[in-house]
Protein backbone atom coordinates (compact mmCIF):
# COMPACT_ATOMS: atom_id res chain seq x y z
CA UNK A 1 0.00 0.00 0.00
CA UNK A 2 0.70 3.56 -0.23
CA UNK A 3 3.28 4.89 2.15
CA UNK A 4 3.38 7.79 4.64
CA UNK A 5 5.96 8.72 6.51
CA UNK A 6 6.99 11.49 9.17
CA UNK A 7 9.94 12.75 10.75
CA UNK A 8 10.75 12.99 13.29
CA UNK A 9 9.57 10.07 14.71
CA UNK A 10 10.16 11.89 18.14
CA UNK A 11 11.59 15.10 19.69
CA UNK A 12 12.21 16.72 22.94
CA UNK A 13 12.24 20.39 23.51
CA UNK A 14 12.28 23.31 25.79
CA UNK A 15 9.29 25.18 26.55
CA UNK A 16 8.91 28.17 24.56
CA UNK A 17 10.36 26.93 21.51
CA UNK A 18 8.99 25.81 17.88
CA UNK A 19 9.16 22.32 16.61
CA UNK A 20 8.12 21.38 13.16
CA UNK A 21 6.46 17.93 11.95
CA UNK A 22 6.69 16.63 8.71
CA UNK A 23 4.82 14.37 6.87
CA UNK A 24 5.63 13.27 3.20
CA UNK A 25 3.56 10.78 1.08
CA UNK A 26 6.11 8.36 -0.75
CA UNK A 27 4.67 6.76 -3.45
CA UNK A 28 1.36 9.05 -4.05
CA UNK A 29 0.49 12.56 -4.74
CA UNK A 30 -1.88 14.33 -1.67
CA UNK A 31 -3.69 17.45 -2.26
CA UNK A 32 -4.98 17.03 0.89
CA UNK A 33 -3.86 15.56 4.66
CA UNK A 34 -4.95 15.55 7.83
CA UNK A 35 -3.35 16.34 10.90
CA UNK A 36 -4.18 14.15 14.04
CA UNK A 37 -3.22 14.44 18.08
CA UNK A 38 -3.58 11.82 20.35
CA UNK A 39 -2.87 11.76 24.03
CA UNK A 40 -1.84 8.64 26.61
CA UNK A 41 -5.52 6.67 26.33
CA UNK A 42 -7.30 8.75 24.52
CA UNK A 43 -8.61 8.23 20.37
CA UNK A 44 -7.09 10.92 17.64
CA UNK A 45 -8.18 14.23 17.49
CA UNK A 46 -8.54 15.58 14.13
CA UNK A 47 -6.91 18.81 14.61
CA UNK A 48 -6.64 20.13 10.97
CA UNK A 49 -7.04 19.53 7.21
CA UNK A 50 -3.63 20.45 5.01
CA UNK A 51 -4.74 21.87 1.42
CA UNK A 52 -1.59 22.25 -1.21
CA UNK A 53 -1.20 25.43 -2.05
CA UNK A 54 -3.95 27.01 0.49
CA UNK A 55 -4.62 27.36 4.01
CA UNK A 56 -5.40 25.02 5.90
CA UNK A 57 -8.61 24.46 7.75
CA UNK A 58 -8.63 24.21 11.63
CA UNK A 59 -10.90 22.03 13.37
CA UNK A 60 -13.25 24.15 16.19
CA UNK A 61 -10.67 24.39 19.42
CA UNK A 62 -7.65 24.03 17.28
CA UNK A 63 -5.38 27.07 17.18
CA UNK A 64 -4.29 28.14 14.36
CA UNK A 65 -1.49 30.33 15.15
CA UNK A 66 0.36 27.69 17.06
CA UNK A 67 -0.33 24.98 14.78
CA UNK A 68 0.95 25.96 11.83
CA UNK A 69 0.35 23.72 8.69
CA UNK A 70 2.15 24.48 5.60
CA UNK A 71 1.22 22.53 2.43
CA UNK A 72 3.36 23.50 -0.39
CA UNK A 73 3.66 20.65 -2.38
CA UNK A 74 1.52 17.54 -3.26
CA UNK A 75 4.26 15.19 -1.10
CA UNK A 76 4.78 16.70 1.91
CA UNK A 77 2.86 18.80 4.10
CA UNK A 78 4.27 20.10 7.80
CA UNK A 79 2.75 20.84 11.31
CA UNK A 80 4.76 23.15 13.20
CA UNK A 81 4.01 23.87 16.83
CA UNK A 82 5.22 27.16 17.68
CA UNK A 83 5.84 28.27 21.31
CA UNK A 84 5.28 24.52 22.51
CA UNK A 85 4.81 24.08 26.33
CA UNK A 86 4.23 20.89 28.67
CA UNK A 87 0.54 20.75 27.53
CA UNK A 88 0.79 20.17 23.82
CA UNK A 89 3.68 17.18 24.32
CA UNK A 90 1.25 14.57 22.68
CA UNK A 91 1.82 12.01 19.75
CA UNK A 92 1.24 13.73 16.38
CA UNK A 93 0.06 11.70 13.56
CA UNK A 94 -0.53 12.64 9.49
CA UNK A 95 -2.66 10.76 7.22
CA UNK A 96 -3.00 11.24 3.62
CA UNK A 97 -5.12 9.71 0.52
CA UNK A 98 -3.74 8.74 -3.16
CA UNK A 99 -4.83 11.81 -4.83
CA UNK A 100 -5.17 9.97 -8.00
CA UNK A 101 -6.43 6.71 -6.65
CA UNK A 102 -10.22 5.55 -7.13
CA UNK A 103 -12.05 8.77 -6.07
CA UNK A 104 -14.65 8.14 -3.10
CA UNK A 105 -13.35 4.54 -2.20
CA UNK A 106 -9.54 5.28 -1.37
CA UNK A 107 -8.22 4.38 1.83
CA UNK A 108 -6.49 7.14 4.34
CA UNK A 109 -2.94 6.36 5.04
CA UNK A 110 -1.64 6.95 8.42
CA UNK A 111 2.22 8.23 9.01
CA UNK A 112 3.99 6.38 11.46
CA UNK A 113 3.50 9.83 14.22
CA UNK A 114 5.34 11.63 16.16
CA UNK A 115 6.09 12.09 19.52
CA UNK A 116 6.21 15.84 21.15
CA UNK A 117 7.98 16.27 24.66
CA UNK A 118 8.14 19.77 25.67
CA UNK A 119 10.13 20.05 28.98
CA UNK B 1 -20.29 11.98 9.35
CA UNK B 2 -22.20 9.83 10.93
CA UNK B 3 -21.10 8.69 14.23
CA UNK B 4 -20.03 4.99 15.23
CA UNK B 5 -20.92 3.00 18.56
CA UNK B 6 -18.37 -0.25 19.17
CA UNK B 7 -17.96 -2.38 22.47
CA UNK B 8 -15.04 -0.72 24.72
CA UNK B 9 -12.83 -3.98 24.92
CA UNK B 10 -12.89 -7.66 23.61
CA UNK B 11 -11.19 -10.90 24.46
CA UNK B 12 -10.22 -13.40 21.45
CA UNK B 13 -8.26 -16.74 21.77
CA UNK B 14 -5.36 -16.93 20.00
CA UNK B 15 -6.30 -18.93 16.47
CA UNK B 16 -10.01 -18.00 16.59
CA UNK B 17 -12.09 -15.66 14.73
CA UNK B 18 -12.05 -12.38 16.30
CA UNK B 19 -15.46 -10.93 15.49
CA UNK B 20 -16.20 -7.32 15.97
CA UNK B 21 -19.35 -5.89 15.67
CA UNK B 22 -20.12 -2.11 14.96
CA UNK B 23 -22.86 0.17 14.86
CA UNK B 24 -23.57 3.09 12.45
CA UNK B 25 -27.25 3.11 12.64
CA UNK B 26 -27.30 7.16 11.42
CA UNK B 27 -25.21 6.17 8.17
CA UNK B 28 -25.76 7.69 4.95
CA UNK B 29 -26.14 6.52 1.59
CA UNK B 30 -22.80 8.12 0.41
CA UNK B 31 -20.95 6.94 3.36
CA UNK B 32 -18.48 4.35 3.36
CA UNK B 33 -17.86 2.17 6.46
CA UNK B 34 -13.95 1.96 7.01
CA UNK B 35 -12.11 -0.09 9.66
CA UNK B 36 -8.69 0.58 10.71
CA UNK B 37 -6.26 -0.47 13.72
CA UNK B 38 -3.98 0.95 15.77
CA UNK B 39 -1.09 -0.96 17.89
CA UNK B 40 0.75 0.64 20.70
CA UNK B 41 2.81 4.03 20.17
CA UNK B 42 1.74 3.25 15.97
CA UNK B 43 0.01 4.80 13.53
CA UNK B 44 -2.96 3.33 12.75
CA UNK B 45 -3.10 0.92 9.93
CA UNK B 46 -5.95 0.74 7.36
CA UNK B 47 -7.79 -2.82 7.40
CA UNK B 48 -10.74 -2.47 5.17
CA UNK B 49 -13.79 -0.47 3.86
CA UNK B 50 -17.38 -1.39 1.90
CA UNK B 51 -20.00 0.78 1.19
CA UNK B 52 -22.67 -1.91 0.91
CA UNK B 53 -21.50 -5.44 -0.22
CA UNK B 54 -19.25 -7.36 1.61
CA UNK B 55 -15.39 -7.16 1.65
CA UNK B 56 -12.23 -9.40 1.87
CA UNK B 57 -9.01 -8.91 1.83
CA UNK B 58 -5.66 -10.41 3.07
CA UNK B 59 -6.38 -9.05 6.58
CA UNK B 60 -10.08 -9.42 7.28
CA UNK B 61 -13.59 -9.84 5.92
CA UNK B 62 -16.10 -7.16 6.40
CA UNK B 63 -19.53 -8.04 7.16
CA UNK B 64 -22.09 -5.30 6.45
CA UNK B 65 -25.82 -5.62 6.99
CA UNK B 66 -28.41 -4.73 4.50
CA UNK B 67 -29.62 -2.03 5.70
CA UNK B 68 -26.22 -0.91 6.18
CA UNK B 69 -26.82 0.24 10.26
CA UNK B 70 -24.20 -2.09 11.50
CA UNK B 71 -21.04 -4.29 10.26
CA UNK B 72 -18.71 -6.46 11.71
CA UNK B 73 -14.96 -6.78 11.15
CA UNK B 74 -13.43 -10.72 11.06
CA UNK B 75 -10.24 -11.25 11.57
CA UNK B 76 -10.47 -15.18 10.68
CA UNK B 77 -7.10 -16.27 13.32
CA UNK B 78 -6.52 -13.78 15.20
CA UNK B 79 -2.44 -13.91 16.72
CA UNK B 80 -1.83 -12.43 19.39
CA UNK B 81 0.07 -9.65 16.58
CA UNK B 82 -3.23 -8.51 16.35
CA UNK B 83 -4.02 -7.11 19.45
CA UNK B 84 -4.61 -3.24 19.00
CA UNK B 85 -7.72 -1.07 19.29
CA UNK B 86 -9.90 -1.46 16.20
CA UNK B 87 -11.69 1.71 14.71
CA UNK B 88 -14.67 1.64 12.75
CA UNK B 89 -15.11 5.13 11.35
CA UNK B 90 -18.12 5.98 8.62
CA UNK B 91 -17.18 8.44 6.07
CA UNK B 92 -17.50 9.51 2.83
CA UNK B 93 -15.90 9.06 0.30
CA UNK B 94 -13.30 11.63 -2.00
CA UNK B 95 -9.99 12.68 -1.12
CA UNK B 96 -11.05 15.43 0.88
CA UNK B 97 -12.93 13.32 3.42
CA UNK B 98 -11.50 13.57 6.83
CA UNK B 99 -12.26 10.96 9.21
CA UNK B 100 -13.42 11.24 12.81
CA UNK B 101 -11.57 8.41 14.94
CA UNK B 102 -14.08 7.53 18.14
CA UNK B 103 -12.72 5.57 21.31
CA UNK B 104 -12.43 2.21 19.11
CA UNK B 105 -12.64 -1.51 20.55
CA UNK B 106 -9.03 -2.91 22.60
CA UNK B 107 -8.74 -6.10 21.08
CA UNK B 108 -6.97 -8.66 23.84
CA UNK B 109 -6.06 -11.78 22.00
CA UNK B 110 -5.05 -14.12 24.42
CA UNK B 111 -2.24 -16.82 23.95
Known amino acids: GAVVSQHPSWVICKSGTSVKIECRSLDFQATTMFWYRQFPKQSLMLMAT?????????EQGVEKDKFLINHASLTLSTLTVTSAHPEDSSFYICSARDHFGPSGTGELFFGEGSRLTVL | DAKTTQPTSMDCAEGRAANLPCNHS???????VYWYRQIHSQGPQYIIHGLKNNETNEMASLIITEDRKSSTLILPHATLRDTAVYYCIVSGGGATNKLIFGTGTLLAVQP
Open chain 1, 50 to 58: SNEGSKATY
Open chain 2, 26 to 32: TISGNEY
